[in-house]
């Protein structure tokens, strides 16, 4: 019965919300007519009650389609995450107030009371409301507008200097794909579309680091023969992400879960990738050779796994001039690449999406992933090392993007 009490927590706080928001909607319409005011308020009060309908009764829906569900999720969430905003200035409002009010009764003579409905004091409460009401529609038209474009791929070229670069690999050409995801894509023919980029490409390697699934094998039934296609000279080599294990649904026993591990390994082997178990490969071109090492997911956050081994995967590529390291989160870099393994020259990951939120400019970017993650989407550099970081092919949880979207990374070394 935890549920239940679950969702009458979240109700009562929702409301509390939404009556502190439309305190805000009566200061910003004190001047509209009554007609208005009654459209306005009665909007505010119809979507909140069916908001909060929809809380109390989601106990009882036990919704079969995970799309649908993702969608109304990211919905109500997305709608009191803007309401949240809005109450933050709304709070700044009453706390200037406040202390207004103290200060006026603290002094010897005492002055008017300016917030009456004129005059400076009022406009400063409008205007804050104002912006509030501003900025979390704002934010929550972001969101809704995320969902046309989660398949919006974008490719991102990026040439990478090396000293030590063998001759011959000069000018290879690598595309970079992470976190396919497939338990939450419902377009295959724009995910097709997706791989007809790839492949117009006419890359000499083709990489994918990991995170292929949410959590079952199962979920690359309608997408399976798509990634497929996917093919190129030097071959097409992936890595395991923290999704792919199963680890975060429950299985009935331990048998079911390793059995639903080496399904998700068939079906890379049957769709062409050589998938990398903290193991390497030599790849050659032109009489030189250069090492590519591929491990299971490790991760410095607490939360997630650690099931790389470069003690197995490193030792026997140290006598190559050039190594690429594949490993599924950024984390991986500084915590222990960089420390222990100096000579890995590249280090390719996913991982964070970018959170699926943020704004790229040219010279800036900015997600609240960055705020948990310090290398979290593009290019970093330390010293001789490396590290690209891609978006994602996919997406989890929310189900669109807003200014970081989705990524097919095309890397050529020079």
Do not use: C
Not at 50 to 60: E, K, N, R
Not at 198 to 226: C, S, W
Not at 281 to 293: F, M
Not at 316 to 329: E, G, T, W
């Amino acid at each position: 019965m935890r549920e239940p009490r679950f969702i009458l927590i979240v109700v009562v706080v929702a409301l509390l919300i939404d009556l502190y928001v439309f305190q805000g909607l009566k200061t910003i319409t004190q001047g509209s007519s009554p007609r208005w005011r009654t459209v306005i308020f009665s909007l505010h009060w119809g979507i909140a009650g069916l908001a909060i309908l929809t809380f109390l009764v989601s106990p009882y829906l036990h919704l079969q389609n995970r799309h649908f569900t993702n969608y109304l999720t990211t919905i109500l969430l997305g709608l009191y995450i803007a309401k949240l905003l809005a109450a933050v200035f709304l709070l700044i409002d009453d706390i200037r107030r406040l202390i207004q009010w103290g200060l006026t009764r603290a002094a010897t003579r005492p002055t008017p009371n300016t917030d009456t409905g004129t005059g400076a004091s009022l406009s400063r409460s409008v205007f804050l409301s104002w912006l509030g009401v501003g900025v979390g529609s704002s934010v929550y038209g972001a969101l809704l507008y995320g969902f046309s474009n989660k398949y919006n791929y974008k490719i991102k070229r990026i040439k990478l200097a090396f000293d030590n670069l063998p001759a011959s690999f000069k000018g290879l050409k690598i595309v970079q794909i992470s976190d396919i995801h497939s338990g939450s894509l419902a377009n295959p023919a724009a995910v097709n579309k997706g791989v007809d980029m790839v492949l117009t490409e006419r890359p000499d390697l083709i990489l994918f680091t990991g995170d292929l699934v949410n959590n079952t094998a199962e979920e690359m039934k309608d997408y399976q023969h798509i990634f497929s296609r996917l093919e190129a000279p030097m071959g097409v080599y992936s890595t395991l992400g923290n999704h792919d294990y199963g680890d975060y649904i429950w299985w009935e026993t331990v048998e079911r879960k390793k059995a639903n591990l080496d399904q998700l390994k068939a079906i890379e082997q049957a769709m062409g990738w050589r998938l990398l178990m903290n193991e390497h490969v030599v790849l050659e071109r032109g009489g030189s050779a250069i090492a590519l090492i591929g491990i299971e997911n490790w991760s410095a956050k607490a939360r997630f796994p650690k099931y790389g081994r470069m003690d197995l995967a490193y030792p026997p590529a140290q006598k190559y001039p050039f190594k690429i390291l594949m490993s599924h989160d950024p984390s991986h870099w500084d915590a222990e690449i960089r420390p222990k393994y100096p000579d890995i020259d590249l280090m390719l990951s996913g991982h964070t999406h970018g959170m699926q939120f943020g704004v790229e400019l040219p010279g800036f970017k900015w997600s609240p992933v960055q705020f948990i993650y310090k290398q979290w989407a593009g290019l970093y550099e330390q010293g001789k090392q490396k590290l690209y970081v891609n978006r994602g092919y996919g997406f989890i949880g929310y189900p669109g993007r807003f200014g970081i979207l989705p990524e097919i990374t095309v890397i050529e070394l020079t």
